[in-house]
């Protein structure tokens, strides 16, 4: 099983701050096939990024991901108050599918 | 737009067997896509459960699949969830979603919450 960790927990930030997270697979993740999920406190994950760096539908340019083998990383350039929420990063090169803890990206 | 919806009871008891259905609506079950379940135990991260093919085909997390059944009926463009044996541990908010590539969920449902008590 891939064990992913996601650094760091608690990110306090600013409006307009620019942000990057980091998720790093315990083995390589085979084709780059890594995902980044937005969720906020009582909803369902929102998906951002899949196959590394391919935005979803719809989904603002200030998010990019990048990243191959182990390490990956989800930046968002300039952070909108509607970004505050838990990141995770989730692995699909290999079953069983896992996700990593998250991270918490907070009002400063 | 595709959008999906679970449902089910919110309260399990324990032992019993949890079961929650996920309907699809805007696009045909049958036309292509795996579907999957995830879960989420309050305040804590997402883990995978299983997905399965139009076709019958499923795949399941290693450590839940002696337990967990997934099935689809595409006349009813829903699939659903079997959890039997459930302990208090597998009280979770409750998603359903669609398995592209797969392995990559897009879209979600909106979770259902469902809490193992006596």
């Known amino acids: 099983e891939i064990v992913l960790t996601q650094s760091p927990g608690t990110l306090s930030l600013s409006p307009g701050e620019r942000v990057t997270l980091s998720c790093r697979a315990s083995q390589s993740v085979s084709s780059s096939n890594l995902a980044w999920y937005q969720q906020k406190p009582g909803q369902a994950p929102r998906p951002l990024i899949y196959g590394a760096s391919s935005r979803a539908t719809g989904i603002p340019d200030r998010f990019s991901g990048s990243g191959s083998g182990t390490d990956f990383t989800l930046t968002i350039s300039r952070l909108e108050p509607e970004d505050f929420a838990v990141y995770y990063c989730?692995?699909?090169?290999?079953?069983?599918?896992?996700f990593g803890g998250g991270t918490k990206v907070e009002i400063k | 737009q595709v959008q999906l919806q679970e449902s089910g009871p919110g309260l399990v008891k324990p032992s019993e067997t949890l079961s929650l259905t996920c309907a699809v609506s805007g696009y045909s079950i049958s036309s292509s896509y795996f579907w999957g379940w995830i879960r989420q135990p309050p305040g804590k991260g997402l883990e995978w459960i299983g997905s399965?093919?139009?076709?019958?085909?499923?795949y399941y997390h290693p450590s839940l699949k002696s337990r967990v059944t997934i099935s689809v009926d595409t006349s009813k463009n829903q699939f659903s969830l079997r959890l039997t044996s459930v302990t208090a541990a597998d009280t979770a908010a409750y998603y359903c979603?669609?398995?592209?590539?797969?392995?990559?969920?897009?879209?979600w449902g909106q979770g259902t919450l469902v809490t193992v008590s006596s």
């Open positions: 989730q692995q699909y090169g290999s079953s069983p599918l896992t």
């Open positions: 399965i093919h139009h076709s019958g085909s499923t």
């Open positions: 979603a669609r398995d592209t590539v797969p392995g990559y969920f897009d879209p």
